[in-house]
């Protein structure tokens, strides 16, 4: 699976973005695909994850109700909506996939095998 990661910028306080992952393989609907973010100085927390039944969605609590996670299995994507951002949003966000993990690991950034390249997201206020 290759990633490739779209969609960041710099946005006011209480602004949106989306970012998209594109995903390639013949597995994409067999996948987990989620979110992570590093801040500078700051280890990759988990941001939002979708498991590969494609009904199960995981969310830090930081974020819960603001952002969602869905794919577009015709465009073999998998977006992040970020509403109400706030200063402390801003990082670098990266897309990951894995095939095999399982539920429980979820949030865990080294049960997935797939990275895509970050993309910045900056929150001004």
């Known amino acids: 699976v290759q990633l490739q990661a779209s969609g960041g910028g710099s946005v006011e306080v209480g602004g949106s973005l989306r970012l998209s992952c594109a995903a390639s393989?013949?597995?994409?609907?067999?996948?987990?695909l989620a979110w992570f973010r590093q801040a500078p100085g700051k280890e990759r927390e988990f941001v939002a994850a979708?498991?590969?039944?494609?009904?199960?969605?995981h969310y830090a609590d930081s974020v819960k109700g603001r952002f969602t996670i869905f794919r577009d299995n015709a465009k073999n994507t998998v977006n992040l909506q970020m509403n109400s951002l706030k200063p402390e949003d801003t990082a670098v966000y990266y897309c990951?996939?894995?095939?095999?993990?399982?539920?429980?690991?979820?949030?865990?950034?080294?049960?997935?095998?797939?990275w895509g390249q970050g993309t910045q997201v900056t929150v001004s206020s």
């Open positions: 979708l498991f590969r039944n494609g009904v199960s969605t």
């Open positions: 393989g013949r597995t994409f609907r067999q996948t987990t």
């Open positions: 990951a996939a894995d095939n095999n993990l399982i539920q429980s690991s979820i949030r865990t950034s080294s049960a997935y095998h797939y």
